[in-house]
């Protein structure tokens, strides 16, 4: 069952003209209720506004989205949260409409059952076919149009494969369907630049932070599809499953190491904020 509020009312409805319907425009935010606390909740803002303002919608009240998400969270201890601003409504075609009217959504979901085993234990990862564009102007933004991800979701069907790692058109990995890739070498961190296409992951952006206090050096750059056979960790991250070591791409096998441990320490200590 899930619970939704449509510009502050109770709703399961939007008007068919809204550009987040018809175009994908706008934006999203996925945050974690656990314990009762809105997870890493200033970050997720940070990023909801930094997207709004390279988009040219008009901001929401981070004030008004927090009452309002609270208010879906009234007895709740676990749970996810999802925000999405759009444009608003407007008519036929492209140009976008002045003023624009943003519609907001706010929707409290079940958390998903992932087992323990997966952050305990490891996941399975496969590589996927369908390739990542490049958009410079989109590059790191949570925006509506996840049709590329849709697509390399779409490419299994097998329940022991938990994601999917996508390259673009140079093959080299920038990200899975709904995580982002660490690797580790020689002791040092390693994720993708993605200042040319995906996503901006808050638990990214954790990961790096808890890094860099924890003494470990970090490197973000293009990260070639033949490295991942070199690397001596490899995991994924986002702000609902933390933190997921990989077991085994496609047929080779990895192993748990300090790196992960070390994070997934420090991650456990963090405010959250």
């Known amino acids: ?45 940070a990023r909801l506004l930094a997207g709004c303002a390279r988009l040219h919608i008009p901001a929401p009240d981070v004030t008004l989205l927090r ?13 996810v949260i999802k925000i999405v601003v759009t444009r608003g409504a407007g008519g036929r075609g492209y140009r976008p409409p002045e003023p624009a009217k943003p519609n907001r959504i706010v929707a409290l979901f ?5 087992p323990d085993s997966f952050a305990n234990e490891g996941v399975r990862v496969r590589l996927c076919e369908t390739r990542l564009s490049e958009q410079p102007l989109l590059a790191g933004l949570k925006h509506l149009n996840r049709l590329e991800q849709i697509l390399a979701r779409g490419e299994w069907n097998d329940d022991g494969i938990q ?4 390259a673009d058109n140079e093959d080299s990995i920038i990200e899975g369907t709904m995580t982002n890739l660490f690797i580790v070498r020689e002791g040092a961190l390693h994720t993708p630049d993605l200042s040319r296409s995906g996503v901006e992951g808050i638990m990214r952006g954790v ?26 960790e490899i995991f994924l991250t986002n702000s609902i499953v933390g933190i997921w070591p990989v077991r085994k791409i496609d047929g080779r096998v990895y192993g ?5 441990g070390k994070l997934n320490a420090a991650l456990a200590k963090s405010a959250k904020d």
């Open 67 to 79: 009452g309002e998400a609270q208010k879906l969270c009234a007895g709740a201890t676990r749970g």
């Open 163 to 166: 994601e999917g790692l996508m």
């Open 110 to 114: 079940p958390s998903p059952d992932y």
């Open 207 to 232: 990961v790096l932070d808890l890094a860099r206090y924890l003494g470990i050096t970090t490197n973000i750059r293009r990260i070639a599809r033949d490295e991942l056979g070199a690397a001596a």
């Open 1 to 45: 069952m899930v619970s939704a509020l449509v510009n502050g009312a109770a709703s399961d409805r939007i008007d068919i003209l809204d550009r987040g319907f018809q175009y994908g425009d706008g934006l999203f935010e996925t945050i974690k209720l656990a314990d009762g606390v809105l997870e890493f909740w200033n970050r997720h803002m």
């Open 256 to 260: 748990i190491g300090p790196i992960v």
